[in-house]
Structures are given as structure tokens and as C-alpha cells.
């Protein structure tokens, strides 16, 4: 996975089967499913891979309980399938999960076991393990900082959790080993047409040299995430919102907070949404909101009613009650939601199925969809592809493709904070025996090596900072503060495994640093 290799790829092919449009969970999946047929196909990413919305997920490999509350059965087993495929062919970074709903009524003990064994029947053989009612004491036992006031039972059940950016960097070095080109930083700046308006190629911007390339390809899928409308404001004459972009905020926390390996879910909040403490990396996520929003960035924030809400939630049902000072790091992400056909409808009403748009021009657009179901997206993006822009029918095979890490054990060895690397595990060791001053740590308080940095660049395509220490790393997830305090020693390796000057660097180090205050609540930033 090297950056100048690929840029080479594209500048070498003259037509392409299937140009892809964004770097997230949909672009990539995408991108494996195209290769893996056979398709000579190329993806491009403005930014970097996972940088929005596939970065800043809940960590969750999930049926959705929620949708299954709403009736949406088919939407259920169809993210239940998938996340028994995930388990399987990423073991490196999916693992089985177990959740616990404390109740504190007499009846919600009953009434979730029933729901949630019809949860785990629509698994099938895919189920990751049974539901079961269990008392108030083993509750208390599973979650030792539970809020033990008028607590009356409790209920465990089994989902998946995952690393979502390492999954999508994973993704990318998948579909490059299946013969596909990669590339982020290369931003889709105009769509080329022929004289009858169909949509031919596009025209893409090298962001690092500001060099044009025109890609000519038989089918164009625009997989951008909640910028889908910026695409097709490229390719429409009549504008119309295609997305609705919901945010969505979490809040992370040292793990003393819940020091158990069980997850917290409360399927009733205040205002009726699901909220998640998941244990993460030796620290807990807590989230999420929904909020419906006007406008888009890259770098959402989160709003001090989202903040307030999730720490309320958290201090009602947790004994050991966080505070803002205690808060590690929050990010904000946008779910692109498939915009409805009536407006004014609330985000828990919008649908979270995706949904496939052709345009008269002939470019393919996927909206909505999650993580989860990423490689049924791919498959049906890719079906789609090969009726409307007339590709040779070839079969998908991502069913049985394993990712790029996966391992044969059955899970990872969890308590080496390197599993997430699986397989490449041994290729960072020999990184650190031939350069022994990679062993260093990135940070006293982590485990974080030197190692890793280099390796996320010569193998990764990190190519600044935010790349390094947001989704190769995820120290800026985990506590901004640290993150922010080893952005220099990044910025030296980054300027000298790709030769950069002194005022690259530090302008690197400058924007890192304004970047992270943003994962820092505002009385505690770094000035």
C-alpha cells in the first residue's frame, strides 16, 4: 500500500470498469468487491481513508436491537448475516461482545429477554451467542459501577465490536492485494460527459502536487458520505438533497469508569434513544446522539447539548459519575441518512437502509447504509453497476474474502495492544529489531511504539498527522491530550520517511494541533 506506486497505476491505465468516488466503509468495500470480480477498478479519497463518518462509528458490529424494536425485520437480518461474515473474515479486529441492559422496572427483564432471543433466532447459525434474563446480584457482578438504586434485574446479550478506521485501512490493502488502485488525498474535482450527457470518467486532483488526471471508466459510483451532494451538484442541472446528514457524538472515558469487559447498553433514554458504554482499547466509548443538522465538515463538533446529554445519561446509570473534566477525548461524526420523501421527519423516523440512485448521466450513488453492512452495499452497488453501465457479469466473492490481518485463531490475543495489526504483527517486531530505536514509546502512558508510526506510513499511505494519530493510531480517539503531546515526534518521522522541509512540519504540527482541540471539550483546549 504505497502512494507513489498507485499514483504510477493510475497515470499507466488508460480506461478503468469501475471508478469509486470516496475512501469510507461504502468507497472501499466497494472498491474489494469491483477488484475481487475482476474489474480493472481504481478509488480515489479526497482526504484520507475513513476520514469522516467510517472513523467515528459507535465501534459496533450490529443487527441494530433499535431497528428491531421498529419492526424493521428485514434490515435486522440482513446486518445479522453480515456481522457473522465480519467475525469471520476480520478476526483480527472483530470480536464477540457481551451486553448488558440493566433494568429498573420489573418487567423490562422480561420483556428485553423475549425481544432479544427473537434477536438471536434471526441470527441463525450466525449467532455470536444466547440471550439470557439475569438477576439483580449478577448484574451488579457484570457491572461493577452500575447505579445499584432501584436496580431490579438485568439482561446479557451478544453483539460484535470492532476498529472501524483500522478496518478501512485493512479494506484498502485488501482491494489493492485483489488488483485494484487506491489512493487518498486525490480529490474528484469535475465529472467528464460525452455529447449525449453520460457520464464518462473524471477529471481528479493529485492534492499533494495539485496535478489533473482525466479517468475514463465504464461506471462511476459516487460513495462520498455525507458529501453525496456535493458530487452531484457536478452532475445534476436541478439540485436536490439526496442526504440528511445526523450527527452523532461520543464521549470517552478512562475504564475505571465501567472496569469490566461487559458493555452498558440502555435501550430508553430521556429522550427515547439508544445509548452504549463500550469498553475500547483499555477505555470506554459512550454515545451516541442523533441530531438532525444543516450543514456538513470534515471536522464536525459536537454541540453542548449533545455533551450534556450523553454525561446525564452516563452519571444517571453509572454509580461513578464522569464529569467534563474527566472527559478523554469526544468526537463528533455525520451518519449520511437517505433523505426522505416527506420533509420535517426526526432522524429515528429516517430510513437506515441504503438506498442505490441512478442518475440520467449514468453515475451510480450510494446513500445511507452503516458499517455493518458494508459488503452487502459493495455487492449491491457492483450488481447494480453491471445491469445499468452494461459491465461482463461476474459473481461476487467477498462472502469468503478474508481481509487483509485476518487470523486463523479463533480471536486475537487481545491483552498485546498490537492485535489489531493480525498478521503483520511479526513485519512491525522485525521493524523494531532492525531499527531498534523504533521500539521507543510514542507516549509514557500508552503502549504505542515508534514502530507503528513508520509502519503507518511506509505501508498505510499516512500521509500527515491527523492520518498517524486519529486512524492508524488511534490516539487522538483515545485522549486528545496525549495525542497533542506526541504530534511532534510524528511530524519528525513523517518529514523524514517522506522528506519533508522544516516549514512543512511545522505547519503539520499546527494544524494537528487546532485539529485536536476540537476533540477536547472548550474549558480544557490546549492553547
Known sequence: MNRSEQLTKLKETSEWDVIIIGGGANGLGTALDSASRGYKTILVEAVDFAKGTSSRSTKLVHGGVRYL???????????????????????????????????YNWWGGYFYTIGLTIYDMLAGKLSLG??????????????????????????????????????????????????????????????????????????????????????????IINATGVFINSIMKLNDTVYKKYIVPSQGIHLVFDKSFLPTDHALMIPKTSDGRVLFAVPWHNKIVVG??????????????????????????????LAKKPTRADVLSVFAGL????????????????????????????????TGGKWTTYRKIAEDIIDKA??????????????????????????????????IYGTDIPKILELQRQEPELKQKLHPSYDYTMAEVVWAIRYEMARTIDDVLSRRVRLLFLDARAAIAVSGKVAQLLSKELGRDEAWKENQITQFKKLANGFILTEFQIK
Open 335 to 366: 451518519r449520511p441518512l437517505a433523505a426522505p420523501e416527506e420533509e420535517g421527519k426526526s432522524t429515528k423516523e429516517v430510513s437506515r437502509s441504503h438506498k442505490i440512485i441512478v442518475s440520467e448521466t449514468g453515475l451510480i450513488t450510494i
Open 386 to 419: 453491471i445491469t445499468v453501465r452494461h459491465l461482463p457479469k461476474k459473481e461476487c466473492k467477498t462472502k469468503g474474502v478474508s481481509i487483509h490481518g485476518n487470523i486463523k485463531t479463533s480471536t486475537a490475543d487481545r491483552e498485546n495492544h498490537l492485535y
Open 69 to 103: 424494536e421498529q419492526g424493521n425485520i428485514s434490515l435486522v437480518m440482513e446486518a445479522l448475516k453480515e456481522r457473522g461474515l465480519m467475525v469471520k473474515n476480520a478476526k483480527h479486529l472483530v470480536q464477540n461482545q457481551t451486553f448488558v441492559i440493566p433494568n
Open 130 to 219: 444466547k440471550s439470557k434474563y439475569i438477576s439483580r446480584k449478577k448484574t451488579i457482578e457484570l457491572l461493577p459501577t452500575i447505579e445499584q438504586n432501584g436496580l431490579v434485574n438485568g439482561v446479557i446479550y451478544q453483539d460484535g465490536q470492532f476498529d472501524d478506521s483500522r478496518l478501512a485501512i485493512n479494506l484498502a490493502q485488501t482491494a489493492i492485494e485483489n488488483g485494484a488502485c487506491v489512493l487518498n488525498y486525490t480529490k474528484v474535482v469535475n465529472l467528464l460527459k460525452d455529447s449525449q450527457n453520460q457520464i464518462t470518467g473524471v477529471q481528479v486532483k493529485n492534492q499533494e502536487t495539485q496535478e489533473l488526471f482525466d479517468l475514463k471508466g465504464k461506471a
Open 288 to 317: 451516541t446522539t442523533d441530531t438532525l443538522i444543516k450543514s456538513h465538515s470534515l471536522e464536525p463538533i459536537a454541540l453542548e447539548k449533545e455533551i450534556d446529554f450523553v454525561l446525564e445519561t452516563a452519571q444517571r446509570f
